[in-house]
C-alpha cells in the first residue's frame, strides 16, 4: 500500500474499530498498567477530537483478573477463566473510565457472545446501542462476554470480534494493536533470521502457515487470527493496521500520515496531486511499513446490506426484511401497493 493510498484510507475513515490485545494493557506480572491504558486513552480521545467515531474492543479481563487474583499463570478450566474474567472485566473498565474523565466521556462496556451477532434482531440491537453512544459523546469499550461464553457462542478471540464489530459498523478502518511489530517470516523469539514481511499481496494459506499458530502468555489469539481477522474486514471492503500497541503513540503515528496529507506540506506527500481525487484499484493487499500492516481495501458497494457478515446477495425480486427474504413479490406491492387478488 503506497502513501498516497494509505492516506487516501485513513482520510476517508470517519468511524475506527480500534482492537487492544491484553499483552499490551498488562505488565510483565499479568496486572492492568494503568500508564498504557492512560495513554490509549489520550490517543483515541485525540482521534475521537478529529472528528472520527472510535469503537475499542479491549481485551484484558481474563488477563487482569489473573493479576488481581494473584494466580501463577492463566488456567485452563472455564470455570476459572470465566471467575478470573468476572472479577477482571470491573477493573478494567473503572482503569478506561478513570483514563477518560478528564475529557468528559463515559466509558460504556458492552459485553458480546457470537449469539448476540448471529441473531438478526440482537444484530441490529448492538449496531443501534453503539450508534447511539457515539450520539452520546461515549467511548464504546467491547468485550466478549466471557462470564456466560461457552464453545458454541464464543468469538473465539478478539481479533474476530473485533472484524466483526467492523463490519457490524461499517467501519473503513479496523486497527489491531498487539506486541509485535507485524508479521514475519518465521516466529522471531524461536529464529533469530525471522525477517519483517512488508509486502504481502493477499492472504493465502503460505501467508497464515508463516505466521504460526503462536500465542500469547495472558491472551488467545495470535498472528494467525489477527490474519483471519484481516480476511474477514477486507471482504467487507474495510481496511486494516496492524501495529504494535506497546509503542508510545502508535496511534498518534497511524494517523499522522493523514494529518500532513491535510496539511499540504511535509513528508512524500508535498507537491503530488491531491489524494481525494485518487481511487485505490481494486483488491486487496497486505503491507507492512511506518507502524504496521495496512490492507488494501476493495471498493464497498453503495446501498444498504442486510447480511453482511453471512455475505448473501439480494437476487431479483427479492426483499429483505430483518434478515427474512420474501419472493416472488410485485414492484407494487413493494411499492405498497396491494398486489391483485
Not at 482492537?19 to 482521534?47: C, E, F, W, Y
Not at 474476530?160 to 508479521?183: F, I, R, S
Not at 474477514?232 to 486494516?240: D, K, P, R
Request: contains cysteine; aromatic residues 2%.
Amino acid at each position: 500500500m503506497s502513501e498516497p493510498i494509505r492516506g487516501a484510507v485513513l482520510a476517508g475513515a470517519s468511524t475506527v474499530v480500534v482492537k487492544v490485545g491484553t499483552n499490551v494493557l498488562a505488565d510483565p506480572a499479568g496486572m492492568l498498567d494503568r500508564h498504557r491504558i492512560q495513554s490509549l486513552a489520550d490517543q483515541v480521545q485525540r482521534v475521537r477530537a478529529a472528528g472520527r467515531r472510535v469503537a475499542l474492543v479491549s481485551s484484558g479481563a481474563i488477563g487482569a483478573g489473573v493479576g488481581r487474583l494473584k494466580l501463577s499463570g492463566r488456567p485452563s478450566d472455564l470455570p476459572q477463566l470465566q471467575a478470573c474474567a468476572a472479577v477482571g472485566q470491573s477493573a478494567l473498565m473503572q482503569l478506561y473510565q478513570e483514563s477518560l474523565a478528564p475529557y468528559g466521556v463515559h466509558a460504556a462496556q458492552l459485553l458480546l457472545t457470537a449469539a448476540d451477532l448471529d441473531s438478526r434482531p440482537r444484530y441490529l440491537n448492538v449496531r443501534n446501542t453503539i450508534r447511539t453512544l457515539f450520539e452520546y459523546n461515549c467511548l464504546p469499550v467491547i468485550n466478549e462476554n466471557d462470564t456466560v461464553s461457552v464453545a458454541e457462542i464464543k468469538f473465539g478471540d478478539n481479533d474476530h470480534l473485533a472484524a466483526m464489530v467492523a463490519n457490524l459498523l461499517q467501519a473503513p478502518l479496523l486497527v489491531l494493536l498487539t506486541n509485535v511489530d507485524g508479521l514475519f517470516s518465521a516466529d522471531p523469539r524461536a529464529d533469530p533470521a525471522a525477517r519483517l514481511v512488508e509486502t504481502v499481496p493477499h492472504i493465502d494459506r503460505a501467508v497464515t502457515d508463516m505466521a504460526g499458530a503462536t500465542k500469547s502468555s495472558l491472551g488467545t489469539g495470535g498472528m494467525r487470527s489477527k490474519l483471519r481477522a484481516a480476511r474477514l474486514a477486507t471482504a467487507a471492503g474495510g481496511a486494516v493496521v496492524m501495529a504494535n500497541g506497546s509503542t508510545d503513540g502508535v496511534l498518534d503515528a497511524i494517523f499522522a500520515g493523514e494529518r500532513r496529507r491535510r496539511g499540504g506540506a511535509g513528508g512524500r506527500g508535498t507537491g503530488q496531486e491531491p489524494l481525494a481525487g485518487r481511487r485505490p484499484r481494486r483488491g486487496r493487499r497486505l503491507r507492512q511499513g511506518g507502524c504496521g500492516v495496512g490492507v488494501r481495501p476493495r471498493r464497498r458497494r453503495s446501498g444498504p446490506r442486510t447480511d453482511e457478515l453471512r455475505g448473501r446477495r439480494r437476487g431479483p425480486g427479492r426483499r429483505t426484511v430483518l434478515g427474512q427474504t420474501r419472493r416472488g413479490v410485485r414492484r407494487s406491492a413493494l411499492r405498497g401497493n396491494r398486489p391483485p387478488g
